[in-house]
């Protein structure tokens, strides 16, 4: 499995932004997987955002995103995306997805066991 995320880039503040995570690489992501997207500020520690299970559009989010953020899984390009309404200064991070065969309702960066390169998002005021 290799991620690939995309769709990062300067916005402002109660702009909207949709990132995707699509699979690049030779190996499969299960049906029972968990596709998830995490965020690292500068100084600060990885914290994760939202996910969802590979086969199903059943998710789960940080306080910080619900409310405002949503991944699905778009089935026709056979990726994830994080759509981001609403986006404030403190949103600010490099994004990343993960995934891995890890338990719904898993928000530890440890849980997930592949990584791809994050993408930027700066939400400017």
């Known amino acids: 499995v290799q991620l690939q995320a995309s769709g990062g880039g300067l916005v402002q503040v109660g702009d909207s932004l949709r990132l995707s995570c699509a699979n690049s690489?030779?190996?499969?992501?299960?049906?029972?997987?968990?596709v998830g997207w995490f965020r690292q500020a500068p100084g600060k520690e990885r914290e994760f955002v939202a996910a969802?299970?590979?086969?199903?559009?059943?998710?789960y989010y940080s306080d910080s995103a619900k409310g405002r953020f949503t991944i699905s899984r778009d089935r026709a390009e056979n990726t994830v995306v994080l759509q981001m309404n609403s986006l404030k200064p403190e949103d600010t991070a490099v994004y990343f997805c993960?995934?891995?065969?890890?338990?719904?309702?898993?928000?530890?960066?440890?849980?997930?066991?592949?990584w791809g390169q994050g993408t930027l998002v700066t939400v400017s005021s």
């Open positions: 690489g030779s190996g499969r992501i299960f049906s029972s997987w968990i």
């Open positions: 993960a995934t891995g065969s890890t338990q719904f309702g898993a928000t530890r960066a440890t849980d997930f066991g592949s």
């Open positions: 969802v299970r590979w086969s199903r559009d059943s998710a």
